[in-house]
C-alpha cells in the first residue's frame, strides 16, 4: 500500500483545482482524481466555452450593426465550423495551465480514471488503492434532461454536446430560459441561427429580479429571438422537415433541439455508501464547514446541490482545505453568493432581490434604480438598456444589488465587498470613482441615496438653514 495521502481531492474541476493548489501551498501530500478531463465543465463545456462564443458572436452583431457608429455594416454569412474552431484554440490554452503535466511539476500526484471509495479512508482509481488522511468530494453536476416524451429518439444536445456544432442551426430550439439558455440563445441567435426559446415561468432568468428579465426579454425581442412564456416542452419528434416540438399550443419545428433545464449533482458511481457518506438526488449533505457525515471527508462545489458557479466551488473549496489542513474550521456556506449572466447586456446580482427584501423587511426596505442612460460611459458605447438597482433599509444599510449593463459582472464586485463587510450605500459615494466608467453608475446612485437621507426629516431642515446662513 502507497504511503497515506494527506489530502485526496476527487473531481479536477474549478472546486478541486483550487483545493489542490491551495493545499501543495499548506505543504501537504495530495492526490487529485479526475475520471474525464482535468478542468471540468468551466474549462470544456461551460464558462471558457461559451464566453468565447458569445464574444465571437458579439462581433458578428457588432460587423452587422455598425451603422450604429458612423460605419459602414458588413452583413455577412457565418461558417460555425472556424468559430468552434476558435473555441476550442481557447479552451485548449486555458488547459495547458491546468494539465496532468502542469500540476505534476507543481507537486500534486494526478491519477485519471474512476473514483470508487473502497471504505471511507480508501480510495481506488482502477487498480491503484488511495489511502487518504482526508478526502474531499468535489465531482461538479452534470445536465438535467426534462420529462419530454420522445427526449430519448432524437438528437437533442445539452451545454455538454453543443460544442460538437461543425454547422450553424438555421433553426434553433432552446428548452429552458435560464443563465445557459439565455446565453446561448444569444449567441446563436447573433451567429445567425432563427432561435425560439420555451420558457415554462413568465419571464427570462427567473431567480434575478423581475426588472433585469424585462429588459433582457426587450433586448431579445428585438434581436429577433422569439421567446415563449409560460410554457413547457411535452413531446419532441423527427422527421424530414427536422425535430419537431410540442409546446403548449404552438408546435415548433428545429433543425437542432438544446435543452438547458438546469444541472443535477454528480454523486453515483462514487462508492459514498462504503466510505459512510450520506447523499440523495439532491447531492451530498454537508455541515456550515463543509463536512459530511464523515468528519475527514468535505464536499464542496455542485456536487452539494447549492448554487452552482465556478467562483463558489472555487471558494467553498478554499475553506475545506482550510478545514481539513489547519487548526479550527471556517464556515463554508454563505447566503452572499453572487453571479453574471453573460448575455448582452451583462445581469449580475448579489444579495437579496426587492421582492425578497419586501418579504422579510416589508416598508423597511427602499430601492434607488439608476439606468443606465445617465451614464455617459454607457452612452458613448451605445449600451444603454439596463440599469442599476440598490436594495436598502432605511439607515443605508445595504441588502442586495442588480446590475443590468454591459459591464455589469465587473461593476458587481464592489457591492460584493460593500455586502460582505457591512457597508452603508452612502459610503461607497464618500470615494472617487474613475470616469468615464460604467461604475461612475454606482457612486452616481450612491451619492443619490446619501444626498436623499442628509436632506430628509431634522437632518435635512438643519443643513437647509445652515446653507441659507452661508449665503
Not at 459512510?276 to 456550515?288: F, L, N, P, S
Amino acid at each position: 500500500m502507497s504511503t497515506e495521502y494527506d489530502l485526496v481531492v476527487i473531481g479536477g474541476g474549478s472546486a478541486g483545482l483550487t483545493a489542490v493548489g491551495f493545499a501543495v501551498q499548506l505543504g501537504a501530500r495530495v492526490a487529485l482524481v479526475e475520471k474525464h478531463r482535468i478542468g471540468g465543465d468551466c474549462t470544456w463545456t461551460g464558462c471558457v466555452p461559451s464566453k468565447t462564443l458569445l464574444k465571437a458572436a458579439k462581433v458578428a452583431h457588432l460587423m452587422r450593426t455598425a451603422d450604429r457608429y458612423g460605419l459602414a455594416p458588413v452583413e455577412q454569412t457565418v461558417d460555425l465550423r472556424p468559430v468552434m474552431q476558435h473555441v476550442r484554440a481557447v479552451v485548449a490554452e486555458v488547459y495547458r495551465g491546468e494539465s496532468p503535466k502542469t500540476l505534476r511539476q507543481d507537486g500534486i500526484d494526478v491519477y485519471l480514471g474512476p473514483p470508487e471509495f473502497l471504505d471511507p479512508h480508501t480510495l481506488s482509481v482502477g487498480e491503484t488503492r488511495l489511502p487518504g488522511r482526508h478526502f474531499l468530494i468535489a465531482t461538479g453536476a452534470h445536465p438535467f434532461l426534462p420529462p419530454i416524451s420522445g427526449l430519448e429518439d432524437v438528437d437533442y444536445l445539452t451545454y455538454e454536446s453543443v460544442w460538437d456544432l461543425e454547422r450553424l442551426p438555421e433553426r434553433l430550439v432552446i428548452v429552458g430560459a435560464g443563465p445557459i439558455g439565455c446565453e446561448m440563445a444569444q449567441a446563436f441567435g447573433r451567429l445567425g441561427s432563427q432561435v425560439t426559446v420555451v420558457a415554462s415561468r413568465d419571464r427570462l432568468l427567473p431567480r434575478d429580479d423581475p426588472d433585469a428579465s424585462a429588459v433582457l426579454a426587450e433586448v431579445f425581442s428585438n434581436g429577433g429571438i422569439d421567446v415563449l412564456f409560460r410554457t413547457r416542452a411535452e413531446r419532441v419528434w423527427h422527421d424530414s422537415d427536422g425535430i419537431h416540438v410540442k409546446a403548449g399550443s404552438s408546435e415548433l419545428v428545429g433543425d437542432a433541439l438544446l435543452t438547458a433545464t438546469g444541472r443535477r449533482p454528480n454523486v453515483d458511481g462514487l462508492g459514498l455508501e462504503r466510505a459512510g457518506v450520506v447523499y440523495d438526488a439532491k447531492g451530498i449533505q454537508v455541515d456550515d464547514n463543509l463536512r459530511t457525515s464523515q468528519p475527514h471527508i468535505y464536499a464542496a462545489g455542485d456536487c452539494t446541490g447549492g448554487p452552482q458557479f465556478t467562483h463558489y466551488a472555487g471558494w467553498q473549496a478554499a475553506v475545506a482545505v482550510r478545514n481539513a489542513l489547519l487548526p479550527g474550521a471556517s464556515k463554508g456556506i454563505t447566503g452572499v453568493v453572487p453571479w453574471t449572466t453573460f448575455t448582452d447586456p451583462e445581469v449580475a446580482h448579489v444579495g437579496l432581490t426587492e421582492s425578497q427584501a419586501r418579504e422579510l423587511l416589508g416598508d423597511a426596505v427602499m430601492t434607488c434604480q439608476w439606468p443606465m442612460e445617465r451614464v455617459d460611459r454607457a452612452r458613448t458605447e451605445g449600451d444603454t438598456a439596463g440599469f442599476l438597482k440598490l436594495v436598502h433599509k432605511r439607515d443605508g444599510t445595504l441588502l442586495g444589488a442588480t446590475i443590468v449593463a454591459g459591464r455589469a459582472g465587473e461593476m458587481i464586485h464592489e457591492w460584493i465587498v460593500a455586502l460582505s463587510r457591512g457597508l452603508k450605500v452612502g459610503e461607497l459615494a464618500q470615494d472617487i470613482h474613475v470616469y468615464p466608467t460604467y461604475s461612475t453608475a454606482s457612486m452616481q446612485a450612491a451619492a443619490a441615496i446619501r444626498v436623499t437621507q442628509l436632506l430628509s426629516g431634522t437632518s435635512g431642515r438643519v443643513i437647509r438653514g445652515l446653507a441659507r446662513l452661508i449665503r
